[in-house]
């Protein structure tokens, strides 16, 4: 009698309505085959069998069975009212924005390099690097964004260990902002150490998932990839709000 009850829990649990059981079964099945990854969030797709995987602020689908994974976007068409035609909404963009937010938003303010706003009405996260030539111009347009009400959070990344160590000399001086500015513009500034978060920013630019520098992410996840005049970002800005 007991085992038939149990059996009766199991089955209840198990069902679709507790999909759960499923995504526990295909995290397990992704953990065999990819043991470097830490699983997000696994969820149904519009699609039956194919399920997604949050990883970091990376996207991709596998099958029920955890055994095929799919790269790529998933599209979901829709028709407009007003001209009937049909077009597509990207599945892909938006979980990948979400997961986004949630994972920047997770990071205590005080690991970033801020560059706040008075008037602050928005904020971006952007990974720079200071070797990067465009990564400099867009810095020396950072105050138009601040005049803007747009603050700015700074990841840093380091290709090398000059870089790093020059990174992490602007992290522990008096004013961490006004030298990494210095660095940027190739001006020397004193070496230093003390604890810092520039490798947890290595850590969190690979989670994020960076292409080229600088990587614009905006407050609702969106992302600028590469340069883009600061003109031109507030007015992307300014269309979200």
């Known amino acids: 009698m007991k085992n038939l009850i149990l ?10 309505v507790f999909s759960h059981c499923k995504n526990h079964e295909i995290e397990e099945k992704l953990k065999e085959q990819l043991p470097e990854y830490s699983i997000d969030s696994i969820k149904e797709t519009p699609i039956p069998g194919i399920y997604e995987v949050v990883t970091g602020a990376s996207i991709f689908y596998v099958s029920s069975d955890g055994k095929y994974i799919i790269d790529g976007n998933l599209l979901e068409p829709y028709k407009d009212k007003e001209t009937n035609k049909v077009f597509y909404k990207n599945l892909t963009d938006l979980s990948a ?6 994972l920047i938003n997770s990071i205590p303010k005080d690991k970033f390099f801020l560059f706040n706003s008075k008037d602050q009405t928005d904020y971006v996260t952007i990974v720079t690097d200071i070797d990067c030539p465009w990564c400099v111009k867009l810095h020396r347009e950072i105050n138009s964004l601040l005049d803007q ?29 006004k030298s990494l500015t210095s660095v940027m513009n190739k001006k020397p500034i004193n070496s230093k ?5 520039i490798d947890e920013h290595q850590e969190i630019i690979s989670s994020i998932g960076v292409g080229p520098t600088p990587a614009i992410f905006l407050s609702d996840g969106s992302l600028v990839s590469g340069y883009k005049p600061s003109n031109e970002i507030i007015e992307i800005i300014s269309s979200k709000n």
């Open 193 to 197: 150490k003390c604890d810092n978060p």
């Open 7 to 16: 059996s009766i829990i199991i089955l209840f649990l198990c069902s679709p």
């Open 97 to 102: 924005m979400s997961a986004r937010v949630k």
């Open 149 to 177: 009400g747009i603050s700015v959070q700074y990841l840093v990344f380091t290709r090398d260990d000059d870089a790093k160590m020059q990174v992490i000399s602007a992290w522990c001086s008096k004013n961490n902002t």
